[in-house]
């Protein structure tokens, strides 16, 4: 059977999962929780299948054309971790794989309904951002044993950000007493810009024709909407756009009444976005900076050259070492490092997506 | 006098603590990424028109020619060099030394410190506390701890009086070390890429086929003699069947030293080719304007030995045994049949699908021409089962190697498995303490466990309570309960 298939089922289990986790957040209700999970798992099996299915394809399309490459050779190569939408894929299994392993350790489903959201808007994300979805053949740059350690590492980092993210944003709505607070407004920006970019590529899908599609990205993000040409229509968009964020920023705080009555503690969640950001960090510093590094070296005779993504990669590093100094050194606890958690994976976002569509650099393969 | 001295030593005391304070270090992260950030948007060591338009989509175009000397004279337009980014780098280690300095010997005393058995109520006080009662024998409850203690590699030390019997162990001291290796190395970082830049060099190298050179450049200007030659034998560029997408991109290079080839490697993209400290990458590749290069033939008559030639255009030559010749009439470096019309034309000027028109005269038959592609053999099987392989064009393109020298390359690799291992300990392993207190209790025997750790309490709760559970199987097992 084809990969497709798989995925697609992963795609409609985690959107369910989604719903359920919600619904469960709502009802509290045990069944619904374990529908939830079971779903979930259901997802990421058939997802695990699909990612094995289509290394063995890719496997076998390497190995074709390039009869001399040995097998663990042909294994490393096929690597389903080429392109922008093999490694969004890619995130969406760490994130549920990560998700899994925390709701077993504690014992929680409530996460889920923060966790899930993240992996929809991803899966979300490669349908409305027109990425090809076809095995494609390995550029010479990326043939090195290099390219799945350094992408395996830095995504599943890049997934426990993504969980303290949803750790921590849960815990600044529940310790906000007041929509007057500092962190619940910048929060309610951040959620916000969140859902009006995606909203605006949604819009940018329905209003383009299939081949446009293909180039969303680069050469009409947003231009439906907020970069319209037309100075009416953007300024609606903005207006729309502005009035959506006052609305989460007004309405957002009932996530807290929801997320009282259940038997989510802020300080569980502090300690998970935590313990995410603990597990992250070295699996980025190891994977993204210092394999990435080396490979330069070997693949350009320079480990370091302040290219987009590099200096991307150090500013996330920087923000995560901002959390981990902030909290062991000078003992913030809290809001203040929730806050640090959510700027870092704004920061992951941008190193991650921001730097491959908006800026160019060496690192450019991502943006197919 | 003294009091001179005395606000020496305040000021001193000052500096030290403001340059190993965390505050400095959070200012200087926050510096360093804002300009990091500018540095992403303006482009580097770009043509000034590129940032000129880039700044005048902010400032409008009258302003932005302003704006950007401005932003010029403060370094922003090859920012990663300016004095004051190299500068905060500087502070960076500075802090990161003066700070790991300061805190050093604090630790030390915490690792050195021998740790002592606790009293019931200093146990009490412990984050992790566990209590519980057997019937039992002293003896037998401090060997069942003992034994399952040894088990998970705890060293154990006892304090003995009448009636009670103190165990106390730790393990992962050595892990607070951690945290000051990780810092270490990102010191040794800064160290191997100042040797990089002092001692090493980057440069780039164009070859042509058959070319050879014994220096680099840095810049046209700025030649690098690299203390022997550098040939290269051919350039080519594989592709991916029916695809124009590149597979490889190879150069064969041959290292000449005292007129001897000493070394030759084909080398790839990840693949490159060392020789004496100095390192020569697959970087980029091109057509030679104007030149003309030799036709490279694989001919193989009917049961017969494969035979190469090296012709030029409008050259003529036989297939072995047969009478048949064939004479080089065209060359396109890439063919295509035109969707519509259904004529031959060339695509592109670099060489993605290189033909060769070949017109044959056959014994007893009429002329006729036919073209052979490079990337598709088959193009060559003739009749009567000879064939004419188009192997190569060469001589009209050059091979583009980036040249580096690296000496401070062992600083990065030995500092990147410190911080990978640091990272690691520091997060994932802990310094545990364990206390056990076991008194005769009347006929039972009084247990607490109490614990505390540097790191991951839950780790720790999880197992004290493992160990307790073992423990009191254990006892009760062997108390005949």
Same mark, same amino acid.
């Given at each position: 059977m084809s990969s497709s298939v798989f995925f697609d089922i992963s795609a409609g289990a985690y959107f369910a999962a989604m719903v359920t986790y919600i619904a469960y957040l709502v009802f509290r209700n045990k069944t619904i929780g374990l529908m939830a999970s079971a779903i979930t798992i259901f997802g990421f099996v058939s997802q695990s299948a699909a990612l094995i299915i289509r290394w063995i394809n890719s496997y076998h399309f390497w190995a074709a054309s390039n009869p001399a490459s040995g097998v663990v050779e042909s294994i490393l190569r096929a690597a +389903?971790? &080429?392109n922008l939408y093999e490694s969004l894929i890619f995130f969406v299994w760490s994130l549920i794989l990560i998700h899994l392993l925390i709701e077993f350790k504690y014992?929680?489903? =409530?996460l889920g309904a923060f966790v899930t959201p993240l992996a929809a808007l991803a899966l979300l994300f490669i349908d409305i951002s027109g990425t090809s979805k076809e095995i494609q053949p390995l550029i010479p740059a990326l043939q090195s044993n290099w390219l799945l350690f350094h992408v395996l590492l830095s995504f599943l980092g890049y997934a426990a950000f993504g969980v303290s993210f949803g750790a921590a944003a849960a815990y600044i709505v529940m310790v906000t007493? *007041?929509? $007057?607070?500092k962190t619940y407004i910048f929060w309610s920006i951040i959620i916000g810009i969140f859902l009006v970019v995606l909203i605006g590529m949604g819009i940018d899908f329905l209003s383009l024709s299939a081949v446009q599609r293909a180039e969303l990205i680069q050469s009409h993000f947003l231009k439906t909407t907020l &970069? *319209? =040409? *037309?100075g009416g229509v953007a300024a609606v968009s903005w207006i729309v756009s502005i009035v959506f964020i006052f609305a989460i920023w007004q309405f957002g705080l009932r996530l807290k009444n929801i997320l009282a009555?259940?038997?989510?503690?802020p300080t569980m969640l502090d300690e998970i976005a935590y313990k995410s950001i603990a597990v992250g960090f070295p699996l980025f510093t190891i994977g993204g900076l210092i394999m990435g590094a080396i490979w330069a070296n070997s693949a %350009?005779? $320079?480990?370091?050259? %302040?290219?987009p993504k590099e200096t991307w990669s150090l500013i996330t590093w920087f923000v995560y070492a901002l959390y981990l100094h902030a909290r062991f050194v000078r003992g913030w606890r809290g809001k203040r490092v929730a806050i640090l958690a959510v700027i870092g994976f704004v920061a992951v976002i941008f190193t991650y997506l921001g730097v491959n569509l908006v800026l160019s650099g060496l690192h450019a393969y991502g943006s197919g | 006098m003294e009091e001179k001295e005395k606000k020496k030593k305040d000021i001193f005391e000052s500096v030290w603590k403001f340059l190993a304070s965390v505050k400095l270090a959070i200012f200087i992260f926050i510096v360093l990424s804002i300009s990091s950030i500018i540095g992403t948007i303006v482009e580097?060591?770009? @043509?000034p028109a590129k940032n000129i338009a880039l700044l005048a989509k902010f400032f409008g175009d009258s302003a932005a020619p302003t704006v950007y000397n401005v932003f010029a004279k403060l370094g922003f337009m090859d920012m990663y060099r300016s004095w004051w980014f190299i500068g905060l780098l500087l502070l960076f280690s500075i802090n990161l030394i003066v700070c790991s300095l300061d805190r050093f010997p604090k630790t030390w005393r915490l690792i050195k410190k021998p740790q002592k058995p606790l009293s019931g109520n200093a146990l009490n006080s412990l984050p992790i506390k566990k209590e519980l009662t057997f019937k039992s024998s002293l003896n037998i409850a401090k060997d069942e701890f003992l034994n399952i203690l040894h088990a998970s590699g705890y060293r154990v030390f006892e304090a003995s009086e009448s009636g009670s019997v103190r165990l106390y162990t730790q393990k992962g001291?050595?892990? &607070?070390l951690a945290v000051y290796a990780v810092h270490l190395s990102i010191i040794l970082i800064f160290i191997g890429a100042i040797i990089g830049a002092r001692f090493g060099f980057g440069g780039y190298l164009n070859l042509r086929e058959g070319g050879a050179s014994n220096t680099a450049y840095k810049s046209p200007a700025e030649p690098i003699p690299l203390g022997f030659t550098i040939k290269c034998n051919w350039y080519d560029t594989l592709y991916y069947e029916g695809i124009d997408t590149p597979r490889e991109f190879q150069s064969e290079l041959v290292i000449i030293e005292d007129g001897k080839e000493v070394l030759k490697k084909v080398i790839e993209v990840n693949d490159p080719l060392t020789y004496k400290g100095i390192t020569f990458f697959q970087a980029s590749y091109g057509m030679i304007p104007d030149a003309t290069g030799y036709f490279v033939l694989d001919i193989t008559p009917d049961n017969g030995p494969e035979k190469r030639l090296w012709l030029k255009s409008g050259e003529t030559f036989e297939i072995p045994g047969t009478g048949i010749k064939g004479t080089i009439i065209d060359f396109s470096p890439a063919l295509t049949r035109d969707g519509n019309t259904g004529a031959l034309t060339t695509y592109?000027? *670099? #060489?993605?699908n290189p033909a060769v028109a070949i017109e044959f005269d056959w014994p007893g038959k009429e002329k006729f021409t036919g073209w052979i592609l490079k990337r598709y +053999? @088959?193009? !060559? #099987?003739? +009749? !009567? !089962?000879h064939s004419v392989k188009f192997a190569d064009y060469w001589g009209v393109e050059y091979t583009g190697l980036q040249v580096s020298k690296d000496p401070g390359i062992w600083f990065i690799y030995i500092a990147s498995i410190i911080m990978a291992a640091g990272l690691y300990i520091c997060f994932f392993i802990s310094h545990k303490k364990i206390w056990i207190n076991i008194a005769d209790d009347k006929k039972s025997v009084r247990i607490v466990v109490g614990g505390s750790t540097s790191r991951n309490r839950l780790n720790l709760e999880n197992e004290i309570e493992k160990i307790v559970s073992h423990a009191a199987q254990a006892i009760e097992g062997r108390s005949g309960k």
């Open positions: +389903p971790l &080429r014992k929680n489903r =409530s007493d *007041s929509r $007057k607070e &970069r *319209s =040409s *037309s009555g259940l038997n989510l503690t %350009w005779g $320079k480990y370091w050259t %302040w290219d | 580097q060591q770009a @043509e001291k050595y892990a &607070r592109s000027e *670099s #060489m993605v +053999p @088959e193009t !060559g #099987m003739l +009749p !009567g !089962g």
